[in-house]
């Protein structure tokens, strides 16, 4: 006891062993450092019971659980489209044919209003493989497949064509389609996410 | 106690504030400046507590309202939802059921203490009543949220509590129907309750205000339960009792985050653990443990009451309980009256202050007698005797057995030239809800007789002139330190 | 006539006997009890064992699965922090094995040639599916009781956990003066007595691939763990956060116990 006395002013009083009065009326910076440490540790008690009241309104474990999601792409025949839904959105998987492949490398892509090479927008060793998120980038309207001046999408909306990379090039729209982190699992089967 | 205001705005902003809405001065006078007795023990930090239990009980009821879904066909999956997919989900749930018995505790201790000190008498006669109406809002709050998680008890619970309406004459029935929604409890039932189950809490925020408002008209009463009669008895809330308030709350919140980490199912039922089956009841039906004792009331009450050597009943038993029920809460509406004594504090009552503490043992044992199946024996004297006599060659004969149908087994074996007569010796048992009927009865007698005669027939020993005179009196026999 | 006396005596005697029995049969069920090694997740720095997880799946999959669902547990659970710690990679073959009902196919039908509803492998989003397809047929193929739910059963149960064990540890010969009901089994833990569910487990039911000896104990162990876990999958999070919390707490009553005597010091109160 006596040797935690020093360091632990709360253990002597506890015991009553002090009377408080006496050891700390005769030093005030030790008292205002008690009310402060006090103050501080409740803030941080404040603090921390805030944590999950607002993390709880994160994405939760089944949502999450979803973010990632395999898709077997075997049945989409060339020149086909499917549509998945993937974190609440629509991703086209297009299986392209070599026409769409050569007009999409054709293009003069530093050109564009949104430069981007077709190579940078499929998985190499799999350039007939397509996959974009179909949320147009203007205000978010899913475009049409095999539409539009560029054989590729047209969005209804504002009137915005994408070329068979998906790149746009007419239309209000400010960027190309996005694509989506992706993955070949196998030759067949595909993770978004 | 109504006091002048202290308040100085100290920067030109404040001092616009003060002229236009002054909210500060309102929170500096009621709780930074507000004139307290200085000999308020722990027994009075449960108001704060109780303050902390309503705005977190309404905070993570309002998270636990984002991930729920009151439809009786998801409702139990949505929960489990919380408990094993939302971030925290579990915590915030575990901290909203725990926090429904610790509030319930909290008040407990808080009624209690009243009934000790004398808090409702006058000039605190509202404020006792705001607090008996905060109560009853409580109680159906915590009924309602129980119902939400459409386990086997939710279900069961909410079918025995409406069902209770049914023993008003003519109009029951329909009233339990409007209640439920339909026939019997179902979706209907589940939405509506959800709803309510969200609102009351504001309600009882609004009767909180209320409440606190009341209170600072009269000021606190205090162990003494003499009024304050000058400066000298009182000191500032602030930092007085904010200090002494933060760490009893902070002693609870011990006991409250122990619960919560360490037995978090402890104060539930395992059957609500099942989702609700409208095919079959549980075996043992009983409330959350802060309703017992009423549950008990509710039960104990077994007989009709008629009109004496005729058949003719005027009050079932089922409604008769259901006004016993009823009438052990709108009791302590009455209670400021019914209490004869002028003198508040127990410390002064040599002969109420035994009936007081008896009083918490009626409503402990209401309590267990709650939680056990009535028909429990509790004492039993002799055996149950079921005697076939009969007559062999002269002689009489008596054999005993265990049951009646032994009995009848072996009268019917017997020849059919002997003569054998049935006769049944009973044991007398003593079961709980005999306990739970006496014990009935002694709940009322002590707000309806013992208040009122004590009150007229004590002699209070004698009590300080003033809260100063009191605080030195205790002070004096230990000269050390000033605590 | 002093013949008839004393058959009537033995017979009265006799019934008197059953009777007996029949009273301690409809008695109260026999008290669960904890298994010799106790329980790793009871008390403050309760946790769950990855390997005992492992097994008790196995126990589940190989026995329980036949005829119990776990309708609240996916299989991307089995690979979260503080369970079984299977891998993702284990977890997709795990769900693999197990059908889910899947949509209707690009013309609309929900029929396979058979007849019957389409299904496709499990991923490890989906929760394990009921072997059966609604609580009618369950009831049909398990002689009118219906096989519960598993998820929670552990919570739903009082002294869960050691009812459980109990209950599988528990399957004896009925007494003679027991008259069991037909296709009923006898267990003294089991509310009345008289169990619907037969014995599931018999040493060597599973084989670990562990090496751990499979015997009736220790796949009651095992599964008892895992069926916990289903129905307090946070419980080592909880666990551990209700300690540093507590520990907190402390330090915060410390605090303010000594401000409190500070604030109050010269205070006669």
Known sequence: MRSLSSRAGAITILEGTIPVAETDTTNPDRRDFLYIATGAVGAVAVGAAAIPLVDQMNASADTLAVAQIRVDISQVAQGQQITVLWRGKPVFIRHRTQADIAEAEAVDWEALRDPEPDSARVKAGHPEWLIMVGVCTHLGCVPLADQGEYDGWFCPCHGSHYDTSGRIRKGPAPTNLPVPDYAFVDDTTLEIG | ?483 | MSLTIRTGTIIGAFVMALNAGAAMAAGEAERPHAPQEGWSFSGIFGHYEETTLQRGFLVYESVCAGCHALEYVAFRNLADPGGPGFTLDQVRAIAANYRVPAGPDEFGDTLDENGLPFVRPAIPANYFPSPYDNEQQARARNWGALPPDLSLITKARVNGANYLYSLLTGYEDAPEYVEMGENMNYNPFFPGQQIAMVQPLYEGSVEYPDGTEATVEQMAYDVTNFLMWTAEPKLEKRKRMGFQVMAFLFVLAALLYWSYRQVWRDVDH
Request: net charge negative; hydrophobic share 50%.
């Open chain 2, 1 to 483: 106690m109504a006091h002048e205001s202290t308040y100085q705005p100290k920067s030109g902003f404040e001092r616009w504030l003060d002229a236009r809405l002054p909210v500060m001065r309102l929170m500096h006078d009621s709780f930074s400046a507000f004139p307290t007795p200085k000999n308020l023990n722990y027994w009075w930090t449960f108001g704060g507590i109780l303050t902390f239990c309503l705005v977190v009980q309404i905070v993570t009821g309002i998270t636990l309202a984002m991930h729920y879904t009151s439809d009786a066909s998801i409702a139990f999956g949505s929960v489990e939802h919380i408990m094993r997919d939302v971030n925290f989900g579990w915590l915030i749930r575990y901290i909203h059921a725990v926090g429904s018995s610790m509030f319930f505790l909290a008040v407990y201790i808080h009624i209690f203490r009243g009934l000790y000190y004398g808090s409702y008498k006058e000039p605190r006669e509202l404020l006792w009543m705001l607090g008996v109406i905060i109560f009853i809002l409580m109680m159906a709050t915590a009924f309602l949220g129980y119902v939400l998680p459409w386990g086997q008890m939710s279900f069961w619970a909410a079918t025995v509590i409406t069902n209770i309406f049914t023993a008003i004459p003519v109009i029951g029935t329909p009233i339990q129907e409007w209640l439920v929604g339909g026939f019997a409890v179902g979706n209907p039932t589940l939405t509506r309750f959800f709803s309510l189950h969200y609102l009351l809490p504001f309600v009882i925020f609004g009767v909180v205000l209320l409440h606190v408002w009341a209170l600072h008209v009269t000021g606190n009463n205090n162990p003494a339960g003499i009024e304050v009669k000058g400066p000298q008895d009182t000191i500032p809330f602030n930092p007085y009792y904010t200090v002494k308030d933060a760490f009893a709350l902070v002693l609870f919140l011990l006991v409250y985050m122990a619960f919560v980490f360490y037995a978090p199912n402890a104060l539930g039922h395992p059957d609500n653990y099942i989702p609700a089956d409208p095919l079959v009841t549980p075996a043992h039906i009983v409330p959350e443990w802060y309703l017992l004792p009423y549950y008990a009331i509710l039960r104990s009450i077994t007989f009709d009451i008629g009109i004496p050597f005729t058949d003719i009943v005027l009050i079932e038993a089922k409604l008769l309980g259901v006004i016993a029920l009823a009438a052990s809460i709108i009791v302590l509406f009455l209670l400021p009256w019914l209490d004869t004594s002028k003198v508040k504090s127990l410390r002064y009552r040599p002969m109420m202050k035994p009936f007081f503490f008896l009083f918490i043992v009626v409503c402990v044992g209401l309590g267990w007698v709650g939680a056990e199946s009535p028909d429990k024996v509790l004492i039993q004297i002799g055996e149950d005797q079921y005697r076939a006599e009969y007559v062999v060659e002269g002689e009489p004969v008596a054999q005993v057995f265990p049951t009646a149908d032994d009995r009848d087994a072996f009268i019917e074996m017997l020849n059919e030239d002997v003569e054998a007569s049935a006769v049944d010796a009973l044991a007398f048992r003593f079961q709980m809800v005999h306990l739970g009927l006496i014990l009935t009865v002694a709940y009322f007698a002590h707000f309806l007789l013992v208040l009122p005669i004590v009150g007229v027939i004590e002699t209070p020993r004698s009590r300080p002139a003033s809260i100063e005179e009191a605080v030195l009196k205790g002070a004096k026999p230990a000269p050390a330190p000033a605590e």
